[in-house]
């Protein structure tokens, strides 16, 4: 039972005993035959078989059920059901909030303007200031997820943090959620209370579904998941993933919200986050009647009784409108296109898929187009990520099926990555993927010997880029200025690690030199400070309850 219900109680119960005499009457009306069979021992029956409106003949919903509704609704209503107190006035809101900002790389298509990233810190910006009173937490993820604040009040530095959040600062490449969930769990261990959980995202892994359903089962959280993106992208980049969201959401028992170009976003989730209720023990706080909403439909039933023929036919409308929204075909573009040439729809099933939906999973229609050939079709229809990166890998679309490759942990998965990578001429990103899976599996089938082909490639490029520009006299282009992915500093290690002396908090606080110098290169650029933290957190290994993520930067 969700915890806004468990104080669920009847302000006035004694009311209830209207339900003895409301079952006396029912029972009454329901031995009292129909109307239409009191002229059965009157009118001849093969008369009465043409006078008879046939479309009447069985009607579950008629003015003794309608009957039945309406005093039960009414009953309701008098008993006052309850189940939160009235909040103080003179009380302050002690409501934490956890953002969870994916930090991955397609955060950083601006299929949403500016881009899909600085839409989501606009978003948590504004859903802030709805709230200056709460505390709030900052959690960003990709391959691996880190705490960039814990719970505070102090709105200055969280903007300040919040603005420094970029993929670069990343340690780990990928799109894992679920590694921000022990991180959660550190940073609510001094609240003590159920929290809201607003995940900003633009998609999900492969089991971010079930690890979220597996942890808010034993935890009174709340989850609320804004998707950011578009729905239609360009060629070389990734659709907002909205059903592995909804499924993720679903899963954690929460809800999900569509990206909106005002502030209803926001809004909407700040009144959820208001709404979500935890009992507190406090005597003195007065019980809200929550009966009252139950007025208005019970006013509805009432208004039936001045018409004529209501039992079904009202009730064929609502049938034909559904039908035909379900069948409505997808709006035509300009000399009856149905698609742009130059961008692909998200991986949302459109109405002209109706009737597949009815017997076909998702992931099953996207089986049968993969049998047929149709690889771009079937990665538009699936909805598993290592489907719709295999449909895309087929189709040679070897950078967006290694984007969702990168939506698993899985050796198979990162094997896969590096493969696609290196058909796409990302050699480097190809050789360090291949490396983070050799030092987690170094037995991997055919991971050295992909490993082996893909350096001799980048060596060769390297020498052919050196012959060319030893030449004198001559305007050469090295191999890698058109992909500078291909070879560019191949020779060289990518990443390097800084040789940081660590401070303890006592030799920092210690010493006013060197605590004003700390605090100028941390407000200077607080970007590298949160690239050399979350490094320096990755190096030391997972929180509790957490996956152990492999060490080799990406």
């Known amino acids: 039972m969700p915890p806004e219900f468990a104080a669920f109680h009847f ?103 500016p881009s899909r990233l600085a839409r989501a810190k606009q978003k948590v910006s504004d859903l802030l200031a709805l709230s200056p009173d709460r505390k709030a937490a900052l959690i960003v993820y990709a391959g691996s997820a880190h705490t960039v604040l ?53 998609g999900a892994g492969a089991d971010s579904a079930a690890a979220f359903g597996d942890y808010f089962d034993s935890r009174a959280h709340q989850l609320l998941v804004l998707g950011v993106g ?78 004529r023929g209501w039992t079904l036919t ?57 049998q047929r050939g149709d690889y771009r079709e079937a990665a538009r229809r699936f909805r598993d990520p290592m489907w719709k990166a295999l ?24 094997f896969n990555e590096a493969n696609a990578r290196a058909h796409a001429r990302d050699y480097l990103r190809a050789l360090l993927r291949y490396d983070r899976l050799l030092a987690r599996s170094p037995d991997f089938p055919g991971a050295r010997a992909n490993r082996a082909r893909v350096q001799a490639l980048v060596d060769e490029i390297n020498r052919l880029s050196e012959s060319q520009q030893a030449e004198p006299g001559e305007d050469s282009t090295e191999l890698g200025e058109d992909d500078p992915r291909a070879a560019e500093g191949a020779d060289e290690q990518v990443w390097r690690k800084a040789e940081v002396e660590q401070l303890t908090a006592e030799q920092v606080l210690g010493s006013e030199a060197t605590r004003d110098m700390w605090l100028r290169g941390v407000q200077r650029d607080p970007a590298a400070f949160l690239a050399t933290k979350f490094s320096m957190q990755l190096e030391q290994g997972p929180e509790p309850g957490e996956p152990n993520a492999a060490k080799a930067s990406p």
């Open 150 to 202: 814990s719970l505070t009040g102090d709105r200055d530095i969280l903007h300040q943090y919040l603005d420094a959040v970029a993929p670069a600062i990343m340690p780990r490449s990928g799109k894992f959620p679920e590694y921000a969930l022990p991180r959660v769990d550190a940073v609510l261990r001094e609240h003590g209370g159920p929290a809201s959980l607003v995940l900003l995202a633009d």
């Open 11 to 113: 302000l006035r119960p004694a009311w209830g005993l209207l339900m003895l005499p409301t079952a006396l009457l029912l029972w009454y009306l329901w031995r009292q035959p129909m109307a239409q069979q009191r002229f059965e021992h009157i009118i001849a029956p093969h008369l009465l078989a043409h006078l008879r409106l046939q479309r009447f003949r069985s009607r579950w919903f008629n003015p003794r059920s309608a009957t039945c509704l309406l005093l039960a609704l009414l009953t309701l209503v008098l008993m006052g059901p309850s189940w939160r107190q009235q909040a103080s006035p003179l009380q302050q809101d002690q409501s934490a909030l956890v953002v969870l900002l994916d930090v991955s790389e397609s955060m950083s298509q601006r299929d949403v303007q």
């Open 314 to 370: 009202w009730g064929l409308l609502p049938a034909l409108l559904w039908l035909g929204a379900a069948g409505a075909p997808a709006p035509a573009l300009a000399d009856g296109a149905t698609e742009p040439a130059t961008a692909t729809k998200s991986a949302e099933s459109p109405a002209s898929h109706w009737f597949a939906d009815l017997w076909l999973t998702p992931d099953q229609q996207g089986r049968l187009l993969m």
């Open 230 to 307: 578009g729905d239609i992208v360009t060629e070389d980049e990734i659709p907002l993933d909205r059903p592995a969201l909804r499924e993720l959401a679903a899963a954690a028992g929460g809800d999900y919200l569509d990206l909106t170009v005002d502030d209803d976003d926001v809004r909407a989730i700040d009144r959820k986050i208001g709404s979500y209720y935890v009992p507190v023990d406090d005597a003195a706080l007065p019980w809200l009647d929550g009966g009252y909403p139950l007025v208005f439909p019970a006013l509805a039933l009432l208004l039936l009784w001045f018409r």
């Open 391 to 414: 449909a895309l890998y087929y189709a040679e679309d070897f950078m967006q099926a290694a984007a969702w490759y990168s939506r698993s942990d899985s050796d198979a998965a990162l």
